[in-house]
């Protein structure tokens, strides 16, 4: 018998994370990372399991939007909303009330996303593939009808998307063989959050290098002199030789993969990430500063929505030999083609849950494509790791059909709240998920739900104060 949605479950759940300075930036000083979490149910045993990510405050609001949405879904049959996912998008997207509080940006967007995300999580489940082997077993054709192409053909048309696919159809099976062996690139932020001492920025990135990484991201635009010593420090344990690990040789800064970048003598790359902080003219001056430290982009320079800013900031940074990426804030398809057609970035920094889900996500893939600009998805958090290495696949195996240049972000934190945490080799390299019943590999233990739900799971109502007591008196 046919499956049809019965009804959803949402939980508020949140992580103390503020307690270790964990995620600090210039912007966002004091955060709880948090899941808005949503799990659909049918009438079979099959499920979807999705969420959306914030840092805490707020993350009741969302949760409450999920609900306007999801409930949107509950009596259809799932196969029909499987059939056409780009169709079922526009549904969802659509709806006559709820599109006044968006339309397509904000809280109700974020949303949308927890739910598609759940959708596409049931139906790789009902598939018995992980998320991104659904994916990149479709045809152009199915691909293309499951992705969010609204306002977007003067960018790429449906037929332009169908022939880009087609083109890369005969050889995806040599490219799936090829990661599954040697995995996806990945590069860590852990290393430089602005709430570290540089004894702690010094021992993470030692620690990094010797797990096989060779792209590294820290934090800045707090204070330049203190950005300029952190960097140094960085810079003077990636570009040595001898924290390298044991029968790693150094990799070529002129090669394809790392020409552009900055790489130092032993191929390792720098990146920087401001946040938002900056206005046009002062992100420009600010990051000129640093030309020392050679990093390859500053990341969100200036606010998010401001495509004509980043646009400014790219051409005057470039004599300095540093780019522009941007993309965990661009909240919807139409910023990525506006951003793609000012020549604004020069890395496209998706993020799973900020777009609108799987079928958003497909459309950006898809222009970034077509523009030839290298993704990189934006992950850390809870759960975006988990969720990203599978868009990422997708953008190798059937889209982009490169990943020499890009990196995946990694952190290393919260991934045991999982039942399939994304998992790193012995390379710095993403592991490729494979288990027939992960879906989007977003399910989180029962437990971790229980305990971290706010207001009343055990961790806030019995833990937390003395949590809390211990880092006051620790200061
Ligand atoms: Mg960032």
Sequence with gaps: MAAKITGYETHDVRFPTSLTGDGTDAMNTDCDYSSA?????????LVGHGMTFTIGRGNDIVCSAIKEVANKLVGKDVEELFANMGATWD??????????????????????GAVNNALWDMYARSRKKPLWKL???????????????????????????????????????????????????????????????????????????????????????????????????????????????????????????????????????LMIDANQVWDVPQAIDYVASLEEIKPWFIEEPTAPDDILGHAAIRKALKPHGIGVATGEHAHNRMVFKQLLQAEAIDVCQIDSCRLAGVSEVLSVLLMAAKFGVT?????????????????????????????ERNVLEFVDHLHEHFLYPCSINKN????????????????????????????????????????????????
């Excluded at 979490?37 to 045993?45: E, G, H, I, N, R």
């Excluded at 549904?91 to 949308?112: F, M, N, T």
């Excluded at 001492?197 to 204070?223: C, I, P, W, Y």
């Excluded at 140094?232 to 040789?249: E, F, M, N, V």
Aim: hydrophobic share 35%.
């Design 37 to 45: 979490y949503v799990t659909l149910t049918t009438s079979t045993d």
């Design 91 to 112: 549904y969802l997207c659509s709806d006559p009330q709820l599109r006044w509080i968006g339309p397509e940006k904000g809280v109700i967007h974020i949303a949308l």
């Design 135 to 269: 994916i990149v077993d479709m045809t152009p054709e199915e691909l293309v009808r499951s992705t969010a192409f609204r306002y977007i053909s003067d960018a790429i048309t449906k037929e332009e998307a169908l022939a880009m696919l087609k083109a890369k159809e005969a050889t995806k099976a040599e490219r799936e063989a090829r990661v599954r062996e040697v995995g996806y690139p990945a590069y860590v932020t852990s290393a430089g959050w602005l709430g570290y001492s540089d004894e702690k920025v010094a021992r993470l990135t030692k620690e990094a290098v010797q797990a096989g990484f060779n792209h590294f991201k820290m934090k800045v635009g707090a204070d330049g002199d203190s950005d300029l010593r952190r960097g140094k420090i960085i810079r003077s344990i990636i570009d040595d030789p001898q924290y390298l690990p044991a029968g790693h040789t150094p990799r070529d800064p002129n090669g394809p993969a790392l020409i552009g970048k900055n790489a130092g003598p032993t191929g390792s790359v």
């Design 375 to 403: 993704v990189c998805p934006h992950a850390g958090g809870v759960g975006l790791c988990e969720y990203v290495i599978h868009l990422s696949l997708i953008d190798y195996i059937a889209v982009s059909g490169s990943m």
């Design 428 to 475: 710095g390299r993403y592991n490729v998920p494979g288990d027939a019943n992960e879906g989007y590999s977003i399910e989180m233990h029962k437990s971790s739900i229980a305990r971290y739900e706010w207001p009343r799971g055990s961790y806030w109502v019995q833990e937390h104060a003395a949590a809390k007591a211990a880092k006051t008196a620790s200061h």
